[in-house]
T-cell receptor, first 113, second 116 residues
Framework: KQEVTQIPAALSVPEGENLVLNCSFT??????LQWFRQDPGKGLTSLLL?????REQTSGRLNASLDKSSGRSTLYIAASQPGDSATYLC????????????FGQGTTLQVKP | NAGVMQNPRHLVRRRGQEARLRCSPM?????VYWYRQLPEEGLKFMVY????????ESGMPKERFSAEFPKEGPSILRIQQVVRGDSAAYFC??????????????FGSGTQLSVL
């Protein structure tokens, strides 16, 4: 049974710092991995999606990496801003015949001005 | 192109009442997923539907919960005889097809169910 874990559960950093959020999964046979952002009281916004054959994806100040064999993914945020404060969720899709995602519990990030 | 629309945003029910949560997927999307987020927990998959079909309901509680996605109209998640433990945020997501490997799920803003 696939389990997804995110460390740390919460993180507080001063504005401008570079930071790394971690995600690990127990079953390396995944189809893809997706990082989401969730703001309080709101839905999820997809940030980056990495296919199982890819090593990384980049969008602006965000870079996500995937090491499928070791069951790990990281989300790197460069030059953090207060507007980056949110909960970041990673989710694994196991197969191609369902879009069902298995989520980690998230890392709540606070970027202080 | 409107996003995934969920209503109501907030729903208050007393124990024993029925809760009906609605989800209109993005235009052109025929795949709908329901997830539940309990307080202090991550999102848990409940059910996956295509038009008029339940594809995977492995995350649905065995009793009191049901879901449908009719040919016309929104997808409905129905909870009968609600209990306090049903209080949670319920999120709906949609996608156009299953074929694309780069296919993302698009999420609605959720319905916050509170059971008194």
């Amino acid at each position: 049974k696939q389990e997804v874990t995110q460390i740390p559960a919460a993180l507080s950093v001063p504005e401008g710092e570079n930071l790394v959020l971690n995600c690990s999964f127990t079953d390396s046979a995944i189809y893809n991995l997706q990082w989401f952002r969730q703001d309080p009281g709101k839905g999820l916004t997809s940030l980056l999606l990495i296919q199982s054959s890819q090593r990384e994806q980049t969008s602006g100040r965000l870079n996500a990496s995937l090491d499928k064999s070791s069951g790990r993914s990281t989300l790197y945020i460069a030059a953090s801003q207060p507007g980056d404060s949110a909960t970041y969720l990673c989710a694994v899709r196991q197969t191609s015949n369902t879009g069902k995602l298995i989520f980690g519990q998230g890392t709540t990030l606070q970027v202080k001005p | 192109n409107a996003g995934v629309m969920q209503n109501p945003r907030h729903l208050v029910r007393r124990r024993g009442q029925e809760a009906r949560l609605r989800c209109s997927p993005m235009k052109g999307h025929s795949h709908v997923y329901w997830y539940r987020q309990l307080p202090e927990e991550g999102l848990k998959f409940m059910v996956y539907l295509q038009k008029e079909n339940i594809i995977d309901e492995s995350g649905m509680p065995k009793e009191r919960f049901s879901a449908e996605f009719p040919k016309e109209g929104p997808s409905i998640l129905r909870i009968q005889q609600v209990v306090r433990g049903d209080s949670a945020a319920y999120f709906c997501a949609s996608s156009p097809t299953l074929g694309g490997t780069n296919e993302k799920l698009f999420f609605g803003s959720g319905t916050q169910l509170s059971v008194l």
